[in-house]
């Protein structure tokens, strides 16, 4: 069965940054378009970012356009997320997720992030 | 920007019972692009459904989807303990994805 396991998150002080990493294995990582969608304490899931597989493609939600950078090496089979100028309301359980078709076939088991000084 | 909007927020049922969840749009999707996930307490979510009515690997025929263009529904025909946990139906779209609120599923 594939897995996915992230890493990086922790404690950031509102305007800082932090990188997430998502470790991938038992599957073909570079055929396969990854995204990010996180998670608030008690809220419901609200889609971050996704890359296709080559990489050539990234998308993002409006709330974290021009703050955060969604790439990858699949020479490494790792998909990351770099985020700047972090605020309060991305605090979140920040899930790595790998997308089949229109749907998101397999998740990790997230990471937290907690904005606050 | 196409809203999905579940209903109920809660549904409190007893085992054995038959769940129905309802996810409206906004406007009407491609039912290809129209899934269902469930999540348990301090787990990630699950994929239940995919393209509207097509099961996910390993998900047991208890779990059904239905509807197309703006009313989708999860039912669920005889609830087992472990089915109590929330649920999201979930829109692809515009190389994005929109979910709904959630339904949480509790027990009476």
């Known amino acids: ?117 | 920007e196409i809203v999905l909007t579940q209903s109920p927020g809660t549904l409190s049922l007893s085992p054995g019972e038959r769940a129905t969840l309802s996810c409206r749009a906004s406007q009407s999707i491609n039912n290809s692009y129209l899934a269902w996930y469930q999540q348990k307490p301090g787990q990630a979510p699950r994929l239940l459904i995919y393209g509207a009515s097509s099961r996910a690997t390993g998900i047991p025929d208890r779990f059904s989807g239905g509807g197309s263009g703006t009313d989708f529904t999860l039912t669920i025909s005889r609830l087992e303990p472990e089915d109590f946990a929330v649920y999201y139906c979930q829109r692809y779209g515009n190389s994005s994805y929109t979910f709904g609120q959630g339904t949480k599923l509790d027990i009476k």
């Open chain 1, 1 to 117: 069965e594939e897995q996915l396991v992230e890493s990086g998150g922790g404690l950031v002080q509102p305007g800082g940054s932090l990188r997430l990493s998502c470790a991938a294995s038992r599957f073909t990582f570079s055929s396969y378009a990854m995204t990010w969608v996180r998670q608030a304490p008690g809220k419901g899931l609200e889609w971050v970012s996704g890359i296709s597989g080559s990489g050539g493609s990234t998308h993002y939600a409006d709330s974290v356009k021009g703050r955060f950078t969604i790439s990858r090496d699949n020479s490494k089979n790792t998909l990351y997320l770099q985020m700047n100028s972090v605020r309060a309301e991305d605090t979140a359980v920040y899930y790595c997720a790998k997308r089949t078709g229109f749907f998101i076939a397999y998740w990790g088991q997230g990471t937290l992030v907690t904005v606050s000084s």
